[in-house]
């Protein structure tokens, strides 16, 4: 079993639309309307909005590799990149996409945890995430990780409001 990270770039942009696709319809789709779900992939991660996100100085991709394939990705945030103004001392985590096929190995963690040596590296305080109010997998992962629920705010599904919860992880 062999783990690579490699920092996404521009020419990576295809992969990144389909993978970002592909686990965020394997988690989420059973829960939302089909048009609801359309509305938000289209809008999330057509080409031109992932090449915005990716050429924000204050946001990084990095991809996953198991075994040479791609099974994910995480998403990271500082500065003005964050989704919400928690402060300068916080790193963002917005996305940790994981295929289904790939879960269950520890790629969460791996990842989490290049999450968290960022935010060392970079003198963060906390290292933040939202996380839907439904998603009981992931808020226990998050339990277990060390966070604590810390607030809510709205997350937009297509045209319905959800809530997610704020998690935070204290790492000074």
């Given amino acids: ?33 089909p048009e609801n779900m359309k509305t938000y992939l289209e809008r999330a991660f057509n080409l031109k909005q992932l090449e915005e996100e990716l050429s924000n100085p204050f946001s990084q991709f990095l991809l996953l590799y198991f075994n040479e394939e791609v099974a994910g990705y995480l ?38 945890s290049q999450a968290i040596e960022m935010a060392v590296a970079l003198h963060k305080k ?23 629920q810390t607030g809510v705010h709205s997350f937009y599904m297509g045209e319905e409001e959800q809530s997610d919860y704020i998690m935070t992880k204290s790492i000074l």
Avoid: P
Wanted: with cysteine.
């Fill in 1 to 33: 079993m062999t783990i690579k990270i490699k920092k996404c770039t521009f020419e990576d942009l295809q992969t990144l639309q389909e993978i970002s696709i592909e686990t965020f319809n394997e988690t989420f789709k059973d829960q939302n309307s």
């Fill in 75 to 112: 998403k990271v945030n500082t500065g003005d990149a964050q989704s919400e103004k928690i402060g300068d001392q916080s790193l963002e985590v917005e996305r940790i996409y994981i295929k289904s096929k790939f879960q269950k190995h520890g790629l969460g963690k791996y990842l989490l």
């Fill in 126 to 148: 906390e290292v933040w995430l939202g996380v839907w109010e439904k998603n009981e997998n992931a808020i226990a992962f998050y339990k277990k990780m060390g966070f604590v």
